[in-house]
């Protein structure tokens, strides 16, 4: 089974290129022999290169040419050529990067109408080239910011594109929510507009807030500079940077948060790349976390957080890991699960740890826990055999929460703050197809979304009436 990402805009190619750097760590400490397993082909082709670039594949034996399963794509040069420049330069070639060089200028429109009509066949034309290497693909993954232009209009195209080519295999999607004090000031006109095409082409919706990445980034400097977490962050580290220096982390201030999501995508890719007693498939996580077809966006939660920055600490107990992943600081939006409404959650373990660990810390938690009444067991877990490198056991926690609620409002209330003044809309409707209906049926959407949460909502603690389900012809 292969997942298939795609990287869109600058802020999802930095994240991608950091996945990339930390799987191919990841497999090195594991795959000492340098042989082409399972593991590496859900995520990297084995290419002979003895003949030109297009040469076979090599499914057995020893690895020759690692390329990626992925697609980059920016309207801007910059990060693609970095990574083109940096480590991971034998990683992609031509055949699957797609770039142009004047960028979306903050635009959801040059994105989304402009540059997805001029790259359409282009995009298709790669993505069935690449998908035809996979032999039994699994799911589509797409990594993207919602505040600037390419990430959230080119972004949401390539999503529609993928839904009206390969409709069967599920679309996952890893969205960068900008924060209130973003530098974009029309991020709030993008992120509605591209929040409308996730409500309706996505699957599911990992939303992660800069704001919370930024907390965590800011709390983990702390403990390390307060001695709490040992002084020392560890040479060559995974995390921290590409250098490993606590230097290099200055420098680079979205290299640490980028990481975050990066080993968000590590966590959940795990049982797609290495075996474990109870894999679960991505496609598993839609099925039995989304019982509503637009209530698909799903609240993430990492532990233990010092992985992130990679110091010499001892491992997390068992326990404390898992009631980690049910409090505030360890969420990667601004919110609080426990004091919401769970439709389900997921657990996707790492590490040496037994089925028997994981029931008896469901059932510790769920006294604590508000699920809905229909939904009292729905929980869904996973257990991946392999670690972390350099830990013995993480753990990401997935809930289908109404504490996504609140991201919306504030995201809602930021977009009419213009659109009551009609600010900056004319760099919009100047753009072929851009219509002002764009606006009012995106924002219609948004607020449709918080009023199936508000329901929800309402009936924490009582009977309820369902919001629509999936029809199921018979």
């Given at each position: 089974?292969?997942?298939?990402?795609?990287?869109?805009?600058?802020?999802?190619?930095?994240?991608?290129?950091?996945?990339?750097?930390?799987?191919?760590?990841?497999?090195?400490?594991?795959?000492?022999?340098?042989?082409?397993?399972?593991?590496?082909?859900?995520?990297?082709?084995?290419?002979?290169?003895?003949?030109?670039?297009?040469?076979?594949?090599?499914?057995?034996?020893k690895?020759?040419?690692?390329?990626?399963?992925?697609?980059?794509?920016?309207?801007?040069?910059?990060?693609?050529?970095?990574?083109?420049?940096?480590?991971l330069?034998?990683?992609?070639?031509?055949?699957?990067?797609?770039?142009?060089?004047?960028?979306?200028?903050?635009?959801?429109?040059?994105?989304?109408?402009?540059?997805g009509?001029?790259?359409?066949?282009?995009?298709?034309?790669?993505?069935?080239?690449?998908?035809?290497?996979?032999?039994?693909?699994?799911?589509?993954?797409?990594?993207?910011?919602m505040?600037?232009?390419?990430?959230?209009?080119?972004?949401?195209?390539?999503?529609?594109l993928?839904?009206?080519?390969?409709?069967?295999?599920?679309?996952?999607?890893?969205?960068?929510?900008?924060?209130?004090e973003?530098?974009?000031?029309?991020?709030?006109?993008?992120?509605?507009?591209?929040m409308?095409?996730?409500?309706?082409?996505?699957?599911?919706?990992?939303?992660?807030?800069?704001?919370?990445?930024?907390?965590?980034?800011?709390?983990?400097?702390?403990?390390?500079?307060?001695?709490?977490?040992?002084?020392?962050?560890?040479?060559?580290?995974?995390?921290?940077?590409?250098?490993?220096?606590?230097?290099?982390?200055?420098?680079?201030?979205?290299?640490?948060?980028?990481?975050?999501?990066?080993?968000?995508?590590?966590?959940?890719t795990s049982?797609?790349?290495?075996e474990?007693?109870?894999?679960?498939?991505?496609?598993e996580?839609?099925?039995?976390?989304?019982?509503?077809?637009?209530?698909?966006?799903?609240?993430?939660?990492?532990?233990?957080?010092?992985?992130?920055?990679?110091?010499?600490?001892?491992?997390?107990?068992?326990?404390?890991?898992?009631?980690?992943?049910?409090?505030?600081?360890?969420?990667?939006?601004?919110?609080?699960?426990?004091?919401?409404?769970?439709?389900?959650?997921?657990?996707?373990?790492?590490?040496?740890?037994?089925?028997?660990?994981?029931?008896?810390?469901?059932?510790?938690?769920?006294?604590?826990?508000?699920?809905v009444?229909?939904?009292?067991?729905?929980?869904?877990?996973?257990?991946?055999?392999?670690?972390?490198?350099?830990?013995?056991?993480?753990?990401?926690?997935?809930?289908?929460?109404?504490?996504?609620?609140?991201t919306?409002?504030?995201?809602?209330?930021?977009?009419?703050?213009?659109y009551?003044?009609?600010?900056?809309?004319?760099?919009?409707?100047?753009?072929?197809?851009?219509?002002?209906?764009?606006?009012?049926?995106?924002?219609?959407?948004?607020?449709?979304?918080?009023?199936?949460?508000?329901?929800?909502?309402?009936?924490?603690?009582?009977?309820?009436?369902?919001?629509?389900?999936?029809?199921?012809?018979?």
């Amino acid at each position: 089974a292969v997942s298939l990402p795609f990287a869109v805009g600058q802020c999802g190619n930095q994240v991608g290129c950091r996945f990339w750097d930390l799987a191919l760590r990841e497999h090195a400490a594991v795959n000492k022999k340098g042989i082409y397993d399972e593991a590496l082909s859900s995520f990297f082709r084995n290419v002979d290169t003895r003949s030109g670039d297009n040469g076979p594949d090599i499914y057995k034996g020893k690895i020759c040419s690692l390329k990626a399963r992925a697609l980059l794509i920016d309207m801007e040069e910059g990060v693609v050529n970095e990574i083109l420049q940096g480590p991971l330069r034998d990683v992609f070639d031509s055949k699957q990067l797609i770039t142009d060089v004047s960028g979306s200028g903050n635009n959801w429109a040059v994105g989304h109408k402009m540059y997805g009509c001029q790259y359409r066949e282009d995009i298709v034309e790669k993505l069935r080239k690449t998908a035809e290497h996979c032999d039994c693909l699994q799911c589509f993954f797409i990594i993207h910011s919602m505040g600037g232009g390419t990430g959230s209009g080119l972004g949401t195209f390539v999503l529609n594109l993928l839904e009206e080519e390969f409709p069967e295999v599920y679309r996952f999607v890893t969205s960068v929510y900008p924060s209130g004090e973003d530098d974009v000031i029309t991020s709030p006109y993008n992120s509605v507009l591209a929040m409308k095409e996730l409500n309706e082409h996505a699957d599911c919706v990992l939303p992660i807030e800069n704001e919370s990445l930024f907390e965590i980034v800011n709390k983990i400097h702390q403990m390390i500079n307060s001695g709490k977490l040992g002084s020392t962050v560890k040479q060559n580290s995974l995390v921290t940077s590409s250098a490993g220096s606590a230097k290099t982390l200055q420098e680079k201030p979205f290299d640490a948060m980028n990481n975050i999501v990066a080993n968000l995508l590590l966590n959940l890719t795990s049982s797609a790349r290495f075996e474990g007693s109870l894999n679960m498939d991505l496609n598993e996580i839609s099925m039995n976390l989304v019982p509503f077809p637009r209530l698909h966006y799903l609240v993430s939660s990492l532990t233990p957080l010092y992985t992130l920055a990679d110091v010499n600490v001892p491992s997390r107990r068992l326990d404390q890991m898992f009631s980690d992943a049910f409090s505030r600081d360890h969420q990667l939006i601004q919110a609080d699960p426990k004091h919401s409404l769970y439709l389900a959650c997921a657990l996707l373990v790492r590490g040496n740890v037994q089925v028997s660990d994981l029931r008896r810390n469901i059932e510790r938690l769920k006294p604590s826990l508000h699920f809905v009444s229909w939904n009292q067991e729905g929980w869904k877990t996973g257990l991946c055999s392999v670690p972390p490198v350099g830990h013995s056991h993480s753990l990401l926690a997935l809930a289908n929460n109404t504490c996504v609620k609140p991201t919306f409002i504030e995201l809602k209330d930021r977009f009419m703050k213009l659109y009551k003044k009609k600010a900056h809309l004319h760099h919009y409707l100047q753009i072929d197809g851009m219509e002002q209906s764009c606006f009012s049926e995106a924002i219609s959407s948004l607020s449709d979304l918080i009023e199936e949460y508000n329901e929800l909502d309402a009936s924490k603690g009582g009977p309820r009436i369902d919001p629509s389900r999936l029809k199921i012809a018979v």
